[in-house]
T-cell receptor, first 112, second 114 residues
Framework: DQQVKQNSPSLSVQEGRISILNCDYTNSMFDYFLWYKKYPAEGPTFLISISSIKDKNEDGRFTVFLNKSAKHLSLHIVPSQPGDSAVYFCAASANTGNQFYFGTGTSLTVIP | DAGVIQSPRHEVTEMGQEVTLRCKPISGHNSLFWYRQTMMRGLELLIYFNNNVPIDDSGMPEDRFSAKMPNASFSTLKIQPSEPRDSAVYFC????????????FGQGTRLTVV
């Protein structure tokens, strides 16, 4: 069963605007969350992470927000750039092990 | 470091044939993961190893799938016999066997079973 869910398969945003990608999880044991970015014909690359002791983590144009009570996290990209067009995967792990559970991905298109 | 190296990049095989995918993790990493990417399930964890020992293989879909890690620098994922529904992109990833550390992915093997 899918423990990490990304309900929006795709998202289109104008260049310069904010992109918001959402992720929900079901396992309350998850305490570390990551976002990966994937270009076609390449492997996923790590983008940003957040521990459950925080509710926000920022790295340049990328900010991840965590709402533990809602079991929801989101990735904000601002301003969005055409080079951000890729598939974004949300992932989670629990303190019982270091394996990661991924969502199905959201394909972001940033329109110039 | 060259990163996680997977081979082959593409594999086309006939149904019923044996397929072997290979992975060389990043030197010094002691966790290795095999994932399969499909549209329906995204990145699906098949199996992972810590210090060459399989820790969780509950994601391996059927007995036709097997994985080995004979040493710290090499792992294989084997499908025997292969079926058309096994067609997908298979990724290998490695990390330090620590909590709250990210995994690094290879470029994947695109498998097509006809």
């Amino acid at each position: 069963d899918q423990q990490v869910k990304q309900n929006s398969p795709s998202l289109s945003v104008q260049e310069g605007r904010i992109s918001i990608l959402n992720c929900d999880y079901t396992n309350s044991m998850f305490d570390y969350f990551l976002w990966y970015k994937k270009y076609p014909a390449e492997g996923p690359t790590f983008l940003i992470s957040i521990s459950s002791i925080k509710d926000k983590n920022e790295d340049g144009r990328f900010t991840v927000f965590l709402n533990k009570s809602a079991k929801h996290l989101s990735l904000h990209i601002v301003p969005s750039q055409p080079g951000d067009s890729a598939v974004y995967f949300c992932a989670a792990s629990a303190n019982t092990g270091n394996q990661f559970y991924f969502g199905t991905g959201t394909s972001l298109t940033v329109i110039p | 470091d060259a990163g996680v190296i997977q081979s082959p990049r593409h594999e086309v095989t006939e149904m019923g044939q044996e397929v072997t995918l290979r992975c060389k993790p990043i030197s010094g990493h002691n966790s290795l993961f095999w994932y399969r990417q499909t549209m329906m399930r995204g990145l699906e964890l098949l199996i992972y190893f810590n210090n060459n020992v399989p820790i969780d293989d509950s994601g391996m879909p059927e007995d036709r799938f097997s994985a080995k890690m004979p040493n710290a620098s090499f792992s294989t994922l084997k499908i025997q016999p292969s079926e058309p529904r096994d067609s997908a992109v298979y990724f290998c990833a490695s990390s330090l066997a620590l909590l709250n550390t990210e995994a690094f992915f290879g470029q994947g093997t695109r498998l097509t079973v006809v």
